[in-house]
């Protein structure tokens, strides 16, 4: 059984910082494409963060370029997430997910952690 467990989320004031950590079971992660997302109620999931297979190719998307950044630890079976100069706007449900990227794609999910952010 495939389990995606996320963790670390809180609340902190703006400018702080938190770890994200997505810890894998059933599957290895170096055999994924792990991505970090985030979604705020009512609005679209929005991806964050990929690092590859391999752990060479890293993609931070815009919003949080310069702030965040994405490693692994393989042998924890771990991916990370640390998010630096938070601010409100970064306030959402972080989630994890697993995607195989080759034919057919398929992907995994885990519960999501609550991250908050007060100006």
């Known amino acids: 059984q495939v389990q995606l467990v996320e963790s670390g989320g809180g609340s902190v004031e703006a400018g702080g910082s938190l770890k994200l950590s997505c810890t894998a079971s059933?599957?290895?992660?170096?055999?994924?494409?792990m991505r970090w997302h985030r979604q705020v109620p009512g609005q679209e999931r929005e991806l964050v963060a990929s690092i590859s297979k391999s752990g060479n190719g890293i993609r931070i998307e815009d919003p949080v370029e310069g702030r965040f950044t994405i490693s692994r630890d393989t042998s924890k079976n771990t991916v990370y997430l640390q998010m630096n100069n938070l601010t409100p706007e970064d306030a959402a449900v972080y989630f994890c997910?697993?995607?195989?990227?080759?034919?057919?794609?398929?992907?995994?999910w885990g519960q999501g952690t609550q991250v908050t952010v007060s100006s």
């Open positions: 059933g599957l290895l992660i170096s055999k994924f494409v």
């Open positions: 997910e697993a995607l195989e990227i080759s034919y057919p794609q398929y992907n995994y």
